[in-house]
């Protein structure tokens, strides 16, 4: 626990170094805090600071920076955040992909850092399947999603099937199963599969787990915005190798999409800190997000990826009101 004036003099550290991007020292410490302190009091607050991991010292710089610790303190129990001072222009409500691309955008263009947005999560409906016989137990799933969108699947199983027993299967998912979900079939399937011929349950089994596979990758699931940005910040100009680092992220998304899916499940905003846990692998990016609602629901997250030296209140607004703003524009498209 620390006391007051080592809660005032961190504060004071952590928002003197996302200012300056410097090491900040006991004298700027003194002034940027307005304690009257002597510089030897500071240097031993800092001290106890640095024994705890809150802040540390670069190099052979005299001045200390936060660490990952010291700025998760900060955004816990000494950020306040001003509401209402961000203008925003408003999001047109159209297709879902529009919304998502100009979200995206708008979070990189006020940030100044990059926007990132996870798609709504669709769910796997299809409207028609069909099978076909490329060979002896290999066979191609067409898929037709409820907006026109066909996927094809080739499968393997362990029985062969003629094309009448194909036209059979697919006559029968199409006439019970249409309009649901591909989750909601395998359930119905595992309770009615003694209802239907035994030789073509495996052949539907497989199709729907082609299905739900077909359907989901269909979706382009983050989009990105502004990655360019991350050029003019001087966190990682002067250093090539966090550049290619965070490139590297974007470029794997599978991470980004895992933290962004941790944010979904929480209300509110979350914020990331580089280096605190395996969710952010690099100490240089930080992340703040926020999920987003179609009717009620939370269908998505959107949020702002920048160094760790950002300003954490300004970002909080901008990944606030951009949720609201694609709510809205997602919830009130006709």
Known sequence: MLDDRAKLLL???????????????????????????????IRNVMADLE????????????????????YRLFVDTMLTVQRGQLMAPELVPEQ?????????NLLSSLSQFVGVVMAPRRASVFRHIEFLRLSERRFLVIIVSPDGDVQNRV?????????????EAANFLNAHYTGLTMEQVRERLKTEVD?????????????VNAGTEALTESQDEVVFSGE??????????????????AFDLFEQKTQILR???ISSKAEGVRIFIGGESH????????????????????????????????????????????????????????
Not at 14 to 28: F, L
Not at 96 to 104: E, G, H, L
Not at 162 to 167: E, G, K, P, R, T
Not at 229 to 244: P, Q
Request: net charge neutral; charged share 20%.
């Open 195 to 207: 209802q239907l011929r035994g030789e073509i349950a495996e052949l539907m089994q497989a199709a």
């Open 11 to 41: 504060k004071a550290l952590v928002e003197r170094y996302i200012a300056d991007g410097q090491p900040v020292g006991s004298r700027t410490l003194s002034r940027a805090s307005g304690l009257e302190l002597s510089p030897a009091t």
């Open 259 to 261: 933290l962004l899916d």
């Open 228 to 245: 360019r940005n991350l050029l003019a910040v001087s966190d990682f100009s002067s250093d090539m190798g966090h550049l290619r680092r």
């Open 51 to 70: 024994e705890l991991g809150l802040i540390a010292s670069p190099h052979t710089s005299a001045g200390r920076i936060p660490t990952a610790k010291g």
């Open 96 to 104: 879902p992909q529009k919304v998502i691309a100009n979200a995206a």
């Open 155 to 167: 499968i393997f199983t362990d029985a062969d099937y003629s094309q009448s027993q194909l036209v």
């Open 279 to 334: 969710v952010v692998p690099f100490e240089e990016l930080s992340v703040v997000s926020a999920p987003y609602e179609v009717d009620g629901q939370i269908v998505g997250t959107l949020g702002v990826i920048g160094p760790t030296r950002m300003a954490y209140d300004k970002m909080i607004q901008i990944v606030d009101i951009t949720s609201r703003l694609v709510t809205n524009a997602l919830s009130h498209r006709k």
